[in-house]
């Protein structure tokens, strides 16, 4: 009897193991994969066009501060050809996995136009700066305000892309942790345009 328990717990494991595992991100509660949502993985790799008829009311722009305090606006950036929002959370593993990438990717088209903006609404600052500390991160690490709330989802990481101007590129997020090399795609296609 004790050992069909044991295997029973064992399977359940297995089972929860397997269900965190199928879907690169977390959730606000849980890390369950989201029911209605496409994972990053499967999302369009090229959608380079700016989200049609964006009016300037409609376009992004936010006034927030940066992980030590600094004051930061979206217009601060302006002259951005591609700019990659990157919504996480400390407790997230698929987050926290792809940051080694996602600081590469950022040095190397960081002379070219590129922006990375890492944004984080529910970790606590004092962990955010040592997180910062710990993966090196060079890129601004920004608290979220409600001039985020338009982008964010329930799940983390969360992604979109801007031009300078505060246009959407891509259209819809890309939801999940994506490799290093898909990322360069994305960008690199931005970029290339």
Known sequence: MKASVKTMIVCVLVAALAALTAFPGCTAKSTERPSA??????????????????????RFSFRTTDVNGSP????????KKVIMVNFWETWCPPCMGEIPELVELYEKYKDEG??????FSNSEEPTVRSTVMQYGISYPVLAATEDFTPYQTEYVPTTVFFNGSGEQLGGKPY??????????????????D
């Open 37 to 58: 949502e496409i994972p990053a993985s499967e999302a369009p790799a090229d959608p380079a066009e700016p989200t049609p008829t964006q009016t300037e009311e409609e």
């Open 72 to 79: 930061i606006a979206f217009s601060d950036f302006s002259d």
């Open 114 to 119: 590129f922006l990375l903006l890492g944004v």
């Open 175 to 192: 939801i999940g942790a994506l490799s290093g090399e898909d990322w360069e795609a994305i960008i690199t296609g931005f970029l290339g």
